[in-house]
């Protein structure tokens, strides 16, 4: 399942708001220019950037200098949690700070973490830092996310790194040979990828592996229920920017391990899909596409027959509810019936092997290419038919149908 991070449907503020804004904005311009910024905000910021060319540095005496005595038990235990992580950035952006009382301030803070061989600009989240003024000089003196940011892997425990020939696999408690299990399985995956796609694309896969359900939605920043029949998710920024961070394959230890061998390899060859074609997912692609997309790589070349891949259609199908239209993006929520939510899977994966099977696997690739390129929701998935196919929607729609009571009924 792929996720993006941030706004996944960006739609058009209406006039009235944006005018509001506006007039907001040149409110808060001017009283801006009439007082101006705590001296705090740059010597916190001086603080943070020392702290966090410690960490690079991996100089713990240095990284503990920042935190209050009250605080240094704290600041050690993440020192050392992230001693496992292999950074190439760290860094703090103070946006702005708020006094709580005399010597005392909070701190609004993005804090970005790069990952070496991975990440090729920071992965931000946002922090509040609170600090208390000492001699002249600011400690902090606690820190947590931001409403509404994720929690990172190692602030939920002690972290286990793993490398694989093409995979980097970061875990909190979880045994190591199961870390190892994970990384052969996401190094056998970039090639099957790479068959199905094309080579152009990092062919390097980064999952984290959390302790528990509620831990995998603290990573989310979401409720962990939602994602209890999951067994993995793919979060990605869904802006096309060169220096963008790298996808992370999130995977549920609950739902994971209950499978075998072969769907955890066909979980983890899903989830690289969407690592490999992130560069041309957007929010012009529907869902029914990236993840029939996913599903046709992973199980591409492999033995498994529609009738045995997709049995809730197959029911569906024989039960004479062939289903009228391709699944809509609220079809893929995770908080409904979840027969409904498989049908949905299955009949995406199905339009994709359609598509590969009548018009070749190089269209299949084709077509996701230009409904991604498109520049928006509206047209994008009816140019691509008419302009790679050769075909409409209606057209489509009919040959999917009789495809799948070919291959179902």
Request: proline share 5%; hydrophobic share 45%; glycine share 10%.
């Given at each position: 399942m792929e996720q993006g991070r941030g706004a996944r449907r960006p739609g058009a503020a209406p006039l009235a708001l944006l005018l509001a804004l506006a007039a907001?904005?040149?409110?808060?311009?001017?009283?801006?220019?009439?007082?101006?910024?705590?001296?705090?905000?740059?010597?916190?910021?001086?603080?943070?950037?020392?702290h966090a060319e410690a960490l690079l540095d991996r100089d713990e005496t240095a990284w503990l200098a920042a935190a209050d005595p009250s605080y240094k038990?704290?600041?050690?235990?993440?020192?050392?949690?992230?001693?496992?992580?292999?950074?190439?950035?760290?860094?703090?952006?103070?946006?702005?700070?708020?006094?709580?009382?005399?010597?005392?301030?909070?701190?609004?803070?993005?804090?970005g973490h790069r990952v070496e061989g991975y990440d090729r600009g920071p992965l931000d989240a946002g922090r509040v830092m609170e600090l208390a003024e000492r001699d002249g000089r600011?400690?902090?003196?606690?820190?947590?996310?931001?409403?509404?940011?994720?929690?990172?892997?190692?602030?939920?425990?002690?972290?286990?790194?793993?490398?694989?020939?093409?995979?980097?696999?970061?875990?909190v408690g979880q045994d190591r040979a199961r870390l190892a299990e994970i990384a052969r399985l996401a190094d056998r995956a970039v090639p099957a990828v790479d068959a199905a796609w094309s080579p152009q694309w990092a062919r390097r896969v980064l999952v984290l592996v959390p302790a528990s359900l509620d831990d995998m939605g603290g990573l989310?920043?979401?409720?962990?229920?939602?994602y209890r029949g999951i067994a993995a998710v793919t979060t990605g920024e869904t802006e096309r920017r060169a220096d963008a961070p790298a996808d992370r394959v999130i995977v549920n230890p609950d739902a994971y391990g209950v499978l075998g061998g072969f769907g955890r390899q066909l979980v983890l060859t899903h989830e690289t899909v969407h690592v490999a074609t992130r560069a041309h997912t957007s929010p012009s692609t529907p869902?029914?596409?990236?993840?029939?997309?996913?599903?046709?790589?992973?199980?591409?070349?492999?033995?498994?027959?529609?009738?045995?891949?997709?049995?809730e259609l197959r029911r569906a199908v024989r039960a004479g509810e062939l289903p009228a239209a391709l699944p809509e993006d609220a079809d893929f929520g995770f908080d409904g019936d979840a027969e409904a939510l498989a049908r949905a899977y299955e009949s995406g994966w199905l339009a994709c092997a359609l598509i590969a099977d009548r018009w070749g696997e190089d269209r299949l690739t084709a077509f996701y290419r230009e409904v991604g390129a498109h520049p928006g929701r509206d047209g994008a998935v009816e140019n691509a038919l008419r302009k790679v196919l050769d075909t409409s929607p209606e057209e489509f729609t009919a040959k999917w149908r009789a495809y799948l009571r070919d291959k179902l009924a």
């Open positions: 907001l904005a040149a409110l808060v311009g001017c009283d801006t220019a009439a007082r101006p910024a705590d001296p705090a905000l740059h010597e916190v910021q001086a603080l943070l950037d020392r038990a704290a600041a050690r235990a993440e020192f050392r949690r992230l001693a496992a992580v292999p950074l190439a950035g760290w860094r703090y952006r103070v946006t702005g700070v708020d006094r709580t009382g005399e010597g005392r301030l909070t701190a609004r803070v993005e804090r600011w400690y902090v003196t606690g820190e947590r996310p931001a409403e509404g940011a994720p929690v990172r892997l190692w602030e939920q425990g002690e972290v286990t790194a793993v490398r694989g020939a093409r995979s980097l696999v970061l875990g989310l920043a979401a409720d962990g229920s939602q869902v029914w596409l990236s993840e029939g997309f996913a599903d046709w790589a992973a199980y591409r070349g492999g033995d498994r027959t529609p009738a045995q891949a997709a049995p």
